[in-house]
């Protein structure tokens, strides 16, 4: 109960709580807060290990990534873990480490190969996803730890959005909607007013909405509730009862400005739903990423004849912003994860939104990776033949050593193009509808393909964005609260884990 509602492990020494178990039971005795502690500390280990052998049977997982600092100004490093057993996404949350040390990209990698190590997921990693900041680009790109990089997209999208509300003009309207909303939230004469004039005005009884830099689409929310409340808003700063005149006019929207609100809107909404369809943990989302900015570009951030310049300038700064994050000239780049990914989803796997060059860069990129997949498995075997060990020899198709190759013989050269028309075979078939489910689809054709299968398997776990490690940091508010402010970090991690892992 204490780990599932993240309660206070000093509630079982409440008044009120011990006053009900004597109702409840009065020959129970309450344990004390020691004893619960461990009681949890055991419940962990055993949960750990529960988790530990569910990791050791994944054959490829993908990590998340993210700090945040406490109430405590303690700061936490979170780091979450995403695989496939049977075709069904998993994820859990590894660990919430305290790291007093600066964050520099050495420390973080260090905190992260530790992790790895810990959990025994050495060669297992396929991406880590994290936001944009240097320090942990360099940690994931530049610290040989083993694993791709991959840039949170909901992140990218956001610094992009953000570009556009830079513009002059269309900041201009974002600063003066969110003083309207500040003065409405600060002043409790004018919230009662609202209620009323909601009422005699038939809108519905909501609150308006504030703006918050670190949360996304927030500006998007205050827009759509200013809007629908905007008669009612109005009928307020009219009021003068209720609203000064030097008030109402500082305060008062231009129509210009209730305007570009109401033709922005739409393209905000494109925007809010592209980061909201690819935050989620337990659908396959990093092959989204390519076919979604390509839609977003083509449809909802495309220029139109009739709407305003400033809508326009908006659209094209959201637009460049995006093109140069996520679109690079090949797929050997930083988003190499996301090509494959959207090349091994079988909606996506003619790549119409890539260029040719990127198109071949990536088929000869999988090609390669089932070539090492069948090398690997060459050498898992040969390590257990019995025999003469022969001189090792460099091959120009692979790692694979002569040695191997005579073990094999012809069943080498048959893996090998069995591998290529596999591949022929995968994007010579048509697509399945948008709607289909490629966990499902994979699913019902890993006979047909084996070898790709066990790849998708592996690249189509890695999450869009790096959100499933910020989610943590809502249970983790709940915990270092107030009133724990000495719980200590050990604890703080115990208490995330299980809630977040508990079975």
Not at 9 to 19: A, D, K, L, T
Not at 281 to 306: C, G, R, Y
Not at 481 to 497: A, E, Q, S
């Amino acid at each position: 109960m204490i780990a599932k509602d993240m309660l206070p492990v000093s509630f079982v020494e409440g008044e009120g709580f011990r006053e009900l178990m004597n109702f409840l039971e009065p020959e129970y005795r309450v344990p004390c807060r020691k004893t619960i502690t461990s009681r949890l500390e055991k419940l962990r280990d055993e949960n750990a290990s529960i988790l530990q052998r569910k990791l050791a049977n994944a054959h490829k997982v993908s990590i998340t990534t993210d700090s945040w600092t406490a109430l405590t100004t303690e700061s936490y490093v979170t780091i979450t873990c995403h695989y496939m057993l049977d075709w069904e996404m998993q994820s859990a949350v590894l660990q919430t480490k305290a790291m007093p040390e600066r964050h520099t990209a050495e420390n973080l990698a260090n905190v992260l190969s530790n992790a790895r190590d810990h959990w025994g997921l050495t060669g297992k990693v396929i991406a880590c996803v994290h936001d944009n900041a240097s320090n942990m680009v360099l940690a994931n790109s530049d610290a040989g730890l083993g694993w791709d990089s991959q840039p949170c997209f909901a992140h990218t999208l956001q610094l992009a959005t953000n570009d556009g509300f830079k513009l002059q003009n269309i900041n201009h309207v974002v600063k003066a909607a969110n003083r309207l909303v500040s003065h409405f939230h600060h002043s409790t004469v004018a919230t009662e007013a609202l209620k009323q004039k909601q009422q005699l005005l038939n809108v519905p009884a909501h609150k308006l909405v504030q703006s918050c830099r670190t949360r996304w689409n927030s500006i998007h929310d205050m827009f759509e509730r200013l809007l629908e409340q905007r008669w009612a808003v109005c009928a307020v700063l009219s009021d003068r009862n209720v609203t000064k005149l030097l008030d109402a006019r500082t305060l008062e929207l231009a129509d210009d400005s209730w305007g570009v609100m109401e033709e922005i809107l739409p393209v905000l909404y494109s925007l809010k739903c592209a980061t909201t369809a690819l935050c989620g943990e337990s659908n396959v989302s990093l092959s989204m990423i390519f076919p979604v900015v390509a839609n977003l570009l083509s449809k909802h951030l495309k220029e139109l004849p009739e709407e305003s310049s400033k809508v326009t300038d908006f659209k094209k700064a959201v637009s460049a912003s995006l093109k140069e994050s996520l679109a690079p000239e090949n797929a050997s780049s930083a988003r190499k994860v996301a090509y494959i990914a959207s090349f091994l989803d079988p909606r996506h796997k003619h790549l119409r939104f890539a260029t040719d060059e990127v198109r071949n860069t990536v088929q000869a990129e999988v090609r390669n990776l089932l070539s090492m997949a069948d090398d690997e498995e060459a050498g898992e075997a040969a390590e257990s033949h019995e025999g003469p060990s022969e001189p090792k020899h460099s091959r120009k198709d692979g790692p694979l050593t002569a040695a191997i190759a005579v073990i094999f013989g012809e069943d080498y050269s048959t893996e090998r193009a069995t591998c290529v028309t596999e591949l022929t075979q995968y994007c010579q078939d048509t697509c399945p509808p948008l709607h289909t489910d490629p966990m499902t689809w994979w699913k019902d054709n890993q006979q047909k393909y084996p070898r790709l299968a066990k790849l998708a398997s592996a690249y189509l776990c890695v999450p869009a964005t790096s959100v499933p490690s910020e989610r943590v940091f809502s249970a983790a508010g709940l915990i270092v609260n107030r009133l724990r402010t000495r719980l200590h970090p050990d604890h703080v991690d115990m208490l995330i884990f299980l809630n977040k892992n508990m079975s």
